[in-house]
C-alpha cells in the first residue's frame, strides 16, 4: 500500500529525517506511559496527547501502526502511596489505570494497540534479565541484579552524555557494591511487605528501565521503528533502555527516538480558579477534554509551553471558530453555488494540511492552514449575500475536516456539544461575572423577548444590562431565533 512520506526530528542523529520503517507501510511505535499512583498532573498530559498525535498522524498517513503505550504498575512510589493508605499496591494502582483511562478518553486520544502492565509482563522481564547476564552484561550482588554499563560501548548515544564525565557520586552517595557508579538496577529483592515475583535471583521486582525494553521485545519484536517519551526521559531512562535492549537483542532497538518538551508551570501568576484546576480530571470538569487537548496541541511537540491563561483563553477561541465554521458547513442550505476557485481552494488546504503533518507532526501549522480556509469560507460564504452552497463543494470541504480530524483529534462531529463545552469555559473563566444557571439565562431571554414582543424598552434593556453584567452576550438572529454566549 501507498504510504505518505514523512520526515521526523530524531533525537538519535540531532537532525530531521526521512521516516524509514523496517517494514514498508507498517510501523512500530512505543511511548513510555504513565506511573499509577494518583490522578494524573496536566503536566502528564502532554506527553500523552502528543503519542497519540504521533499515533494518528501516522495512520492518517496510510501506515499500519502497532502502537505499544505501557502502565507501570510496580513501582516504588506506588508501594510508598500503598503503605501510606493500608491498601494492596497492585490494587491501588488498577485504581489509577481506570482512571488513567477516563481521563485518555477525555482527551479524545485513540486506544493504543497494546497496553501492557508489568506485573503482568513479568516472565518476559526476567527472561531479559537472564539473557542480559548470561551475555555477561548483568551481575549479582545479595540478590540484586545490576547493568554494567561499561560494558556497552554505545552508552551515552542518545542523550551524548560520556560515561567519564558523569558525576556520580558528588551530591548521592554512590551503592558500594555497584562495579561502576553508572550501573543501575535491573532487578531488586522484595522487602517486607512489597509486591514480589519468584526469580532465579530471588523473590524481587524489577527495576524501572528494563519494563521497557521488556515490552518493546514482547509486543513489537528486537528492533522497532519510532520510540517517544518526554524530554525528561531522555536520560537516564532511554539511555538506559538502549543499552539493555541492544546488548540483549544484538541489534539497534529504535530507529528513530522523538521527545516532547515540558509544559511549563509558574511562568505567569494564575488566577486562583485555573492555579488549582491541576490534574487532568479537575481540568476536564471545570473546563473540558477538549481544550485541555487543544492547549497540548497548539504547540510543536519539541518547543516549551507556557501553562497560562492566555493559552488557554486562546485555544477556546480556536476550539470555537473550528466548531462555528463545521456547524456553519453543515447547516447552510445547499444550492448551486460552487467555482473552480473555491475547489482549488479546499485542494490547496487538504495538500497544505498534509505537508504540515508529514513536517515532523507539524500539527500548530495543520491548523493554521485549515484557518486559512475558514477565513477564505467565511468571506465568501457567509458574508456574502449569496445563497447556499453546492452539495459537491460542501462533500470536498467535510472530507478536508474529517481528515484532519481523525489527524489530528482536534475537530469534533458532536460540535452542539463541543460549543455547549466552550460556553461553560467561558463562564469558568469569567471570574468577575455574577454567576447566573442555564436555565436562568434562558428565562432572562425569554422575558426579553416577550419585552420587546410587546414593545417593554425599559424592561428590554434592564434585562439586557443584567445578562451583561454576567459576561452574556444575546445574538438575534435574522430567523427570530437566538443564541447566547459568554463574552
Ligand atoms: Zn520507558
Not at 14 to 29: H, I, P
Not at 31 to 50: I, K, M, Q
Amino acid at each position: 500500500m501507498s504510504v505518505k512520506e514523512i520526515t521526523v526530528y530524531n533525537n538519535l542523529t540531532r537532525s530531521k529525517d526521512k521516516f524509514n520503517t523496517l517494514e514498508k507501510g507498517k510501523v512500530k511505535f512505543y511511548s513510555c506511559g504513565p506511573t499509577t499512583y494518583d490522578l494524573l498532573h496536566v503536566g502528564n498530559a502532554r506527553a500523552l496527547v502528543v503519542g497519540d498525535l504521533i499515533f494518528r498522524i501516522l495512520k492518517a498517513s496510510g501506515y499500519e501502526v502497532n502502537f505499544v503505550r505501557n502502565f507501570t504498575d510496580v513501582d516504588d512510589k506506588i508501594i510508598e502511596r500503598a503503605n501510606e493508605q493500608g491498601v494492596d499496591p497492585l490494587v491501588l494502582s488498577q485504581k489509577y489505570i481506570d482512571e488513567c483511562l477516563l481521563d485518555m478518553a477525555s482527551l479524545n486520544l485513540l486506544p493504543a494497540t497494546h497496553t501492557p502492565k508489568v506485573s503482568e509482563t513479568m516472565d518476559e522481564i526476567i527472561d531479559m534479565i537472564k539473557t542480559l547476564e548470561d551475555k555477561g552484561f548483568a551481575y549479582v550482588v545479595d540478590g540484586e541484579v545490576f547493568y554494567h554499563v561499561p560494558l556497552f560501548k554505545d552508552y551515552g548515544k542518545l542523550s551524548l552524555k560520556k560515561i567519564e564525565d558523569l558525576q556520580f557520586g558528588k551530591r548521592v552517595e554512590v551503592d558500594s557494591r555497584k562495579k561502576n557508579p553508572c550501573d543501575f538496577v535491573l532487578w531488586k529483592p522484595a522487602k517486607e511487605g512489597e509486591p514480589s515475583w519468584d526469580s532465579p535471583w530471588g523473590a524481587g521486582r524489577p527495576g524501572w528501565h528494563i519494563e521497557c525494553s521488556a515490552m518493546a521485545k514482547t509486543f513489537l519484536g528486537d528492533e522497532i521503528d519510532l520510540h517517544h517519551g518526554g524530554i525528561d526521559l531522555m536520560f537516564p531512562h532511554h539511555e538506559n533502555e538502549i543499552a539493555q535492549s541492544e546488548a540483549a537483542n544484538g541489534c539497534t532497538f529504535s530507529d528513530h527516538w522523538c521527545h516532547n518538551e515540558f509544559l511549563n508551570f509558574g511562568s505567569e501568576k494564575m488566577s486562583k480558579s485555573l492555579g488549582n484546576v491541576i490534574t487532568i480530571r479537575s481540568f476536564v470538569e471545570t473546563y473540558s477534554g477538549e481544550i485541555l487537548r487543544h492547549i497540548l496541541s497548539s504547540a510543536h511537540y519539541r518547543s516549551k509551553m507556557d501553562w497560562t491563561e492566555s493559552v488557554i483563553d486562546r485555544a477556546i477561541g480556536e476550539i470555537e471558530r473550528l466548531h462555528v465554521f463545521y456547524k456553519e458547513l453543515m447547516e447552510m442550505p445547499r444550492s448551486e453555488r460552487e467555482s473552480q476557485k473555491d475547489f482549488d481552494q479546499v485542494a490547496s488546504s487538504r495538500s497544505k494540511i498534509e505537508a504540515e503533518i508529514s513536517n515532523d507532526f507539524n500539527v500548530p501549522g495543520a491548523t493554521s492552514e485549515l484557518f486559512s480556509l475558514i477565513r477564505y469560507f467565511n468571506r465568501e460564504f457567509i458574508s456574502s449575500c449569496k445563497e447556499g452552497i453546492s452539495e459537491k463543494l460542501a462533500s470536498d470541504i467535510i472530507s478536508l475536516l474529517k481528515f484532519y480530524s481523525s489527524a489530528t483529534g482536534l475537530l469534533y462531529q458532536n460540535y452542539e456539544q463541543v460549543l455547549r463545552h466552550i460556553n461553560r469555559a467561558r463562564k469558568a473563566l469569567c471570574e468577575s461575572s455574577e454567576t447566573l444557571t442555564d436555565g436562568e439565562v434562558e428565562q432572562l431571554i425569554k422575558d426579553r423577548k416577550e419585552a420587546r414582543a410587546s414593545k417593554d424598552w425599559a424592561k428590554s434593556d434592564q434585562i439586557r444590562d443584567k445578562l451583561n453584567e454576567a459576561g452574556i452576550v444575546v445574538k438575534d438572529n435574522p430567523d427570530g431565533t437566538y443564541s447566547w454566549h459568554y463574552k
